[in-house]
């Protein structure tokens, strides 16, 4: 019986260390007085007054808790093993909670790569594995972190292993050694990689980008800029000092998502190789993630809305078990214009139908007059707002009518935009659904993935003929727009015909 | 393509009823002695208490007349479907091959009517079927779990 047994990289003990001391400086910066306080007692009597005050006593504190941190993780690291035999992965851990963690190979549906700043000084991987356990979808199921080699040899034994059990005998494709840096030289023979440059990068940031952010900014900005202008610098700094700390902390925020965005996707590349995706991003924190095209739930094409303004696309892919940082939608493109988009996904992901997809129906007619009668509640709720502002708490007639109002053309502008984004196309692989108020989702659903289809008739949509509804996924769900009920039953009669689980 | 539904008993329509009258009870009854007799709400405030009580009365005599009238499933070779509703009718289906689980559950008013439900689990989500006989819950019962049975065989042979 092959028996592989390893341990994790020393480093992973002092990374521990590194993120008890990030909590400690957190809780110190909650007691910030003290603690200028005391670097101001110490500037003025000198570092052995305040040793000799007491500080010595914080100090041989702190010290202590720090070396039974590290012992705590010295010792996790010592009895922490990582088997490798024959079809399973053990992680065995004999601390004071005996632990053993045994997964079969074949039930691993992603090894992922990744470094932050710290691996990579240090030059190690986070190896990240993935079950397709629904318990534990929202989780990464192992997270270990070896030397450099180590890593990309384990990686690749996993997936070796990965593809023999599910009879591909063919690991030519595989038998690479290959670093996730390295991942574009790999261009080489018939593959196609696609690679972001970083203006890319930027611009699909900017595309990306909140649109109530946005404007909030901007209008801030001129906001302040006017008052600078009528009132003057004195006036704004004494009068608005608490808008402008608004308007400040709003631009570092919509700034803050650009900047969050092009390190995270700096460098993008995704290639496609036998059953899977391969992807690898990141400028600070470089993660490299394959995703087996067999485990994508559903594929939305996404428009964000500056994005939509553009005429620009990015495809995200839905999976189980394996996640993104922002949940289990991963990124397998940034942004792209419409016959790129369809290039890039048939050469990414041919199983999917791309043909003809931008050209789907509008959702029915009577749906805007389902939406108008489904909005009457909230005009009620309007009206009693009004109301009770203006009798009760005796608001000036302008606050009572207009604040009131103006949410309520917020909420119909939400229904009128979710009645012209709608939309549909049955094609016989699966279902093309578009849905969404500023941006755009455009969602596609094998037949096969659905699991259960609830479709709703509103009174009044039944007087139209028409329902909504909503396919439940695996670990997702995709609402249907208004559609004729005969259509209903075509799109139910079909994924009835899905065999496939 | 023509459905067979198959609607409920007459028992479902009178356990709904009392359903509906107990957790009305539980939600004015308290209301009404906290607000007449602690708070000594005035006119406008015996007025709400007032157009609720109708409201649930109403509610009481008309909603599980119309939701047993709506009520229909359907449970064939490849699908289940669950018609239901009061006034918004909503309608589910489950492919057969997709299910995972199947349960009966009874609750404290429905083992009073001696009914049950079956609920059918998916990878993504379940189906209630409802206010069924407690014979005919396990009938169903034991139909899909042998299904389920013989999908799992097919595809082990595979």
Known sequence: ?501 | MNIDYIRLQKTAQHCMRISAIIVLAIILIPSTILSIWLLEVETIGKIVLGISWALAIAYIIAAPKVRYERYRYCIDEEAIRVREGLLWVSESIVPIERLHKIEISQGPIARIFKLSTVCVTTAGGDVKVKFLEDEVAAEIAEKLKNKINFIAQAERAE
């Open chain 1, 1 to 501: 019986m092959e028996k592989k047994k390893i341990r994790c990289h020393f480093s992973i003990i002092f990374e521990s260390l590194w993120k008890f001391w990030v909590v400690i400086f957190i809780l110190l910066l909650n007691e910030l007085e003290v603690i200028i306080e005391i670097v101001q007692d110490i500037g003025k009597d000198g570092i052995m007054a305040f040793l000799e005050t007491g500080g010595i006593w914080g100090l041989l504190i702190l010290v202590a808790i720090t070396l039974i941190v590290f012992g705590i993780q010295f010792f996790r690291w010592r009895k922490t093993w990582i088997i490798l035999e024959d079809n399973l992965v053990i992680i065995e851990r004999n601390t004071l909670k005996k632990v053993k963690n045994t997964i079969a190979i074949e039930n691993i549906s992603a090894v992922n790569m990744e470094r932050n700043l710290f691996e990579r000084i240090v030059g190690t991987y986070r190896i990240k594995m993935d079950t397709n356990s629904m318990t534990t979808a929202n989780e990464t199921d192992v997270s270990i972190v070896f030397r450099e080699d180590v890593a990309i040899a384990f990686r690749k034994t996993i997936l070796e292993r990965m593809h023999k059990l599910k009879g591909n005998l063919d690991t030519s494709a595989l038998s690479e050694e290959r670093q996730p840096d390295e991942l574009t030289k790999a261009s080489a023979g018939d593959r196609k990689v696609f690679h972001y440059s970083p203006l890319d990068m930027v611009k699909h940031s900017f595309y990306s980008m909140h649109i109530l952010g946005l404007l909030i900014s901007i209008g801030g900005i001129g906001g302040m800029i006017w008052y600078v202008s009528e009132f003057g610098w004195y006036s704004f700094l004494n009068e608005a000092l608490g808008g402008l700390i608004a308007v400040v902390i709003m631009v570092i925020g919509s700034i803050y998502g650009i900047v969050k965005n092009f390190f995270k996707y700096y460098d993008f590349t995704v290639y496609r190789d036998g059953k899977d995706l391969h992807i690898k991003c990141g400028l600070i924190k470089l993660r490299s993630y394959t995703i087996p095209v067999d485990k994508i739930t559903a594929i939305t094409v996404q428009q964000p809305v500056i994005a939509r303004l553009f005429g620009k696309y990015h495809v995200e892919v839905t999976t189980v078990g394996m996640q993104d940082e922002d949940g289990e939608n991963s990124n397998i493109t940034m942004a792209l214009s419409k016959e790129e988009c369809i290039t890039h996904m048939e050469e990414l992901v041919p199983e999917y139908y791309w043909d003809g997809i931008f050209d789907y129906s509008k959702e029915e007619k009577g749906g805007a007059m389902v939406r108008v009668v489904k909005s009457i509640k909230w005009h009620v709720l309007v009206i009693i707002a009004m109301v009770l502002l203006f009798t009760l708490a005796e608001a000036p007639w302008y606050i009572a009518v207009l604040a009131p109002l103006a949410f309520d053309l917020f909420v119909c502008l939400l229904y009128i935009l979710s009645h012209k984004t709608a939309g549909y196309k049955i094609k016989e692989e699966g279902l093309v659904l578009v849905n969404g108020y500023f941006a755009k989702h455009i969602s596609l659903v094998k037949y096969q993935k659905a699991q259960v289809l609830t479709m709703t008739y509103h009174p009044v949509a039944k007087r139209y003929g028409i329902g909504d509804g909503t396919i439940m996924l695996l670990n997702t769900a995709v609402s249907v727009p208004y559609i004729k009920e005969d259509l209903a039953s075509e799109i139910s009669d079909r994924i009835i015909g899905g065999t496939t689980k």
